[in-house]
Structure formats: structure tokens, C-alpha cells
T-cell receptor
Framework: AQSVAQPEDQVKVAEGNPLTVKCTYS??????LFWYVQYPNRGLQFLLK??????LVKGSYGFEAEFNKSQTSFHLKKPSALVSDSALYFC???????????FGAGTTVTVRA | EPEVTQTPSHQVTQMGQEVILRCVPI?????FYWYRQILGQKVEFLVS????????KSEIFDDQFSVERPDGSNFTLKIRSTKLEDSAMYFC????????????FGSGTQLSVL
């Protein structure tokens, strides 16, 4: 069975400071890992994914994530957060043999001006 | 960017009534999904659909639920006899492929069962 944990319900940072949203996963085999963002009253929007290769993946809006196999983590990062980054962030994992994408509980990011 | 569209945005129904939630996936996509999000909880997988049949479903997707792609463009989720606990935001998604392909999500239908 595949699962995702996002240990923090909320993350608050000041604008211009680095932002990290944590994610750990559990899956048999090599995982496909994703980050999605949800703004109020909107659907989930894709940010980035890790399939294979370079452990550091870059995505939309200046976000990046680092895959760490030994720690089974896939933390989302942004070097300099913006107020507009305030949203709900979801980590997700997919076993390559499955159709479903399993989501974490989500982390609410608040960036204060 | 292409979009997945869902209608209605809000649906209110009485317990025991049937509801149909509608989705128009991205036109060249082959894989279709329904997810739901109960207020304050995580996004939960319901069902995936490929090649005109269910490819995977969760334990939530019991006999009260069904999906259909009636005309090659729409993708519907039917709940036959709604329960209070079916109240949630329902998201439709589609992808061009399986595996590593990203999912595109609609804006959701907020279902309220009274």
C-alpha cells in the first residue's frame, strides 16, 4: 500500500524567506512523487514531479523539490517565498503499478508580508 | 492551458436522492479519475477509468457509486442514494497517460447532502 505523510498542518514564513514543506512517503518499489497546490475555491494544480534521475526537480513558480530515497522524503522548497504562495500544498505518491495517486493531508502555507 | 471542467459547482440534495456529477476531461486524455475531499480532510481517491472500464477503485467506491463516459466527452459520477457522509468536494481529473503522467484537476463540485 502507498501512503504519504505531511507532518506539518501549517507553515508560516515571512515574504522573502525560504519556504520548506515536508513530505515523506511509503511505497513498494520506486515511487512517482508529485506536488500539487490548491488555491481557495480552485482545483489542484500541478507543481512538479519526480520520476527518476536527478534528485532535485524544478517546477512551476520557482518551486523545487528534493527526492531523498534513504529518508523516503520529497520536501518542497522555494528559496524566497511570496505572499501569493499562500495556499494549501499536497504531496502525492503513485506506485508505478497503480492507477491511483495517493495524497497527503495537505499543508497550509501562509506567507506574511 | 487546457482545463477540466466540472458542473455544477455546488449541488444540494436530500438524503436518499440520486445525484450525477458531471465532468468534461481534457479532450485528448485517456485516463479519468474521481477524487473527493471531505471538509478538513485529505483528498481521497475514488476511482480511475481507462478504456471504457474501471481500472481501479477504492473501498469508498461501493455499489452506491458508478461512473460512466456516455458520449466520448463527458465523464460522470453517479451516487444512487446519497448519505449525509457523502457531503464533500468531488474532484474530477484526467491525464494523458498513466504512471508518471500528471493529473489535471477540475475546480470541483461541492456536494451537500441534507
Amino acid at each position: 500500500a502507498q501512503s504519504v505523510a505531511q507532518p506539518e498542518d501549517q507553515v508560516k514564513v515571512a515574504e522573502g524567506n525560504p519556504l520548506t514543506v515536508k513530505c515523506t512517503y511509503s511505497v513498494s518499489g520506486n515511487p512517482y512523487l508529485f506536488w500539487y497546490v490548491q488555491y481557495p475555491n480552485r482545483g489542484l494544480q500541478f507543481l512538479l514531479k519526480y520520476i527518476t534521475g536527478d534528485n532535485l526537480v524544478k517546477g512551476s513558480y520557482g518551486f523545487e523539490a528534493e527526492f531523498n530515497k534513504s529518508q523516503t522524503s520529497f520536501h518542497l522548497k522555494k528559496p524566497s517565498a511570496l505572499v501569493s504562495d499562500s495556499a494549501l500544498y499536497f504531496c502525492a505518491v503513485r506506485d508505478p503499478n497503480d492507477y491511483k495517486l495517493s495524497f497527503g493531508a495537505g499543508t497550509t502555507v501562509t506567507v506574511r508580508a | 492551458e487546457p482545463e477540466v471542467t466540472q458542473t455544477p459547482s455546488h449541488q444540494v440534495t436530500q438524503m436518499g436522492q440520486e445525484v450525477i456529477l458531471r465532468c468534461v476531461p481534457i479532450s485528448n486524455h485517456l485516463y479519468f479519475y474521481w477524487y473527493r475531499q471531505i471538509l478538513g480532510q485529505k483528498v481521497e481517491f475514488l476511482v480511475s477509468f481507462y478504456n471504457n472500464e474501471i481500472s481501479e477503485k477504492s473501498e469508498i467506491f461501493d455499489d452506491q457509486f458508478s461512473v460512466e463516459r456516455p458520449d466520448g466527452s463527458n465523464f460522470t459520477l453517479k451516487i444512487r442514494s446519497t448519505k449525509l457522509e457523502d457531503s464533500a468536494m468531488y474532484f474530477c481529473a484526467s491525464s494523458a497517460g498513466g504512471g508518471s503522467e500528471k493529473l489535471f484537476f477540475g475546480s470541483g463540485t461541492q456536494l451537500s447532502v441534507l
